[in-house]
Antibody, heavy 123, light 113 residues
Framework: EVQLVESGGDLVQPGGSLKLSCAAS????????MNWVRQAPGKGLEWVSY????????YYADSVKGRFTISRDSAKNSLYLQMNSLRAEDTAIYYC????????????????WGQGTLVTVSS | DIVMTQSPDSLAVSLGERATINCKSS????????????LAWYRQKSGQPPKLLIY???TRESGVPDRFSGSGSGTDFTLTISSVQAEDVAVYYC?????????FGQGTKVEIK
């Protein structure tokens, strides 16, 4: 059974930093492209970042470019999101999501999602 | 970025009745060389993550009931629930993955009348 479990969400002050983790199991993590998608309270879905299976291809939404860094560790079957210079508008549930399409070079549809971890940016 | 616009924003349907949700993209999401529409549909129940229902505009994800169907091509798409069940109360999102960044519609809330 495919499982994605996020952790690391917390209350942080504006300008602060946080690192999210996503532990993957039940599939060959090293073969799949992965993404972070977020959802502000009561709002819709926003794609945040993508990383290729090899880790070589990386994309970010304009809203987080230069502040967030996605990475992965295939030995630990884990995906990460380092978030710096956090703003109030980054407050959201952050979901780890698996790319439907394997072997591609871009974010696609997302066939498995974790339960999410809540990041709150407030003073 | 491709803008996805869903209609209506909400709808109330009686149990067993048909529900239709529309999604329009600001530019085509049909890749001509493969003749595939890069369009997905998700259902998000309250307090849960989204669940993939449909991809390539009309391919049902494994395990998704056949009362869910997707149609359309180019810029105009439809998700149909042929006979709404109580467990279909949720917000439904369309998403394009034709170009990066992938973008979602604003969501359509389905309730029981």
């Amino acid at each position: 059974e495919v499982q994605l479990v996020e952790s690391g969400g917390d209350l942080v002050q504006p300008g602060g930093s946080l690192k999210l983790s996503c532990a993957a199991s039940g599939f060959s993590f090293s073969s799949y492209e992965m993404n972070w998608v977020r959802q502000a309270p009561g709002k819709g879905l926003e794609w945040v970042s993508y990383i290729a299976s090899s880790g070589s291809g990386i994309y970010y939404a304009d809203s987080v470019k230069g502040r967030f860094t996605i990475s992965r560790d295939s030995a630990k079957n884990s995906l990460y999101l380092q978030m710096n210079s956090l703003r109030a508008e980054d407050t959201a549930i952050y979901y780890c999501a698996r790319n439907l399409i394997t072997g591609g070079t871009y974010p696609a549809a997302f066939d498995y999602w974790g339960q999410g971890t809540l990041v709150t940016v407030s003073s | 970025d491709i803008v996805m616009t869903q209609s209506p924003d909400s709808l109330a349907v009686s149990l067993g009745e048909r529900a239709t949700i529309n999604c329009k993209s600001s530019q085509t999401v049909l890749y001509s060389s493969s003749n595939k529409n890069y369009l997905a549909w998700y259902r998000q129940k309250s307090g849960q993550p989204p669940k993939l229902l449909i991809y390539w505009a009309s391919t049902r994800e494994s395990g998704v009931p056949d009362r869910f169907s997707g149609s359309g091509s180019g810029t105009d798409f439809t998700l149909t629930i042929s006979s709404v069940q109580a467990e279909d109360v949720a917000v439904y999102y369309c998403q394009q993955y034709y170009s990066s960044p992938p973008t979602f519609g604003q969501g359509t809330k389905v309730e029981i009348k």
